[in-house]
């Protein structure tokens, strides 16, 4: 199986900046896709950014411009830098990603346990 592991979250002030990390490992031929996703309660879980083993990057309007994620291959470990960050981004935000276990073309999506993110106003 595979696990992924977070860290970073944490509770911080209103335009401060935090870094989450999740290095994942396990059964892993090749990460196709890995990003954070964060749920409200309330609310259904929302893409914040995801990131490809080629580089393209995807964010979510409301953090466009604040976020920025990477991916090193090396280690399958994705880091989203978040800086001014807003009472609005308080949310456990929860890793992801999509792996091959071998050289075929099948692919496996798996979701870490979620860290908690607040920011107070």
């Known amino acids: 199986q595979v696990q992924l592991v977070e860290s970073g979250g944490g509770l911080v002030q209103a335009g401060g900046s935090l870094t989450l990390s999740c290095a994942a490992s396990g059964r892993i031929f090749s990460i196709e896709v890995m990003g954070w996703y964060r749920r409200v309660p309330g609310k259904q879980r929302e893409l914040v950014s995801t990131?490809?083993?080629?580089?393209?990057?995807n964010y979510h309007d409301a953090v466009k411009g604040r976020s920025t994620i990477s991916l090193d291959n090396t280690k399958n470990t994705v880091n989203l830098q978040m800086i001014s960050l807003e009472p609005e981004d308080t949310a456990v935000y929860y890793c992801?990603?999509?792996?091959?276990?071998?050289?075929?073309?099948?692919?496996?999506?798996?979701w870490g346990q979620g860290t908690q993110v607040t920011v107070s106003s």
């Open positions: 990131i490809t083993r080629d580089g393209i990057t």
């Open positions: 992801n990603a999509i792996v091959r276990y071998s050289d075929d073309t099948n692919r496996f999506q798996h």
